[in-house]
């Protein structure tokens, strides 16, 4: 990934939380753990506290594989797989959750 790569994706990273703010989806003293990489996949946030960041897997998928051309899909799968389960160290509680939709 270049630098403009990276500029653009901190720049929808922030107008995504900017957005979440502005919507009242988060309270000005709420934070939340997004994932990188996985804007296009986020579908919500949970209405329970702490706020959680909502995955739909299936999109999460679909960024790895075109972010990753060279990457077989099993393999992406498997990735993906193993990652939405990790949980962040210390905030175990505000990690974000991957759903696979229906």
């Known amino acids: 990934m270049n630098s403009k790569d990276n500029k653009s994706e901190m720049h929808d990273k922030s107008s995504l939380v900017d957005a ?4 009242r989806l988060l309270d ?3 934070e939340i753990v997004l994932s ?3 804007d296009a996949a986020l579908i919500g946030i949970s ?12 999109k999460a998928l679909d960024c790895i594989v075109k972010k ?6 099993n393999d992406a799968l498997e990735w993906l797989e193993d990652f939405s389960q990790l949980k ?9 959750i991957f759903v696979k939709t229906l």
Do not use: C
Request: a negative charge.
């Open 36 to 38: 990188d990489g996985f």
């Open 28 to 30: 000005d003293d709420e």
């Open 47 to 58: 209405s329970s506290e702490p706020k959680i960041a909502i995955y739909d897997f299936w």
């Open 88 to 96: 962040i160290e210390g905030s175990e509680d505000l990690t974000p």
């Open 20 to 23: 979440l703010y502005e919507r």
């Open 68 to 73: 990753n051309p060279d990457l077989e899909f």
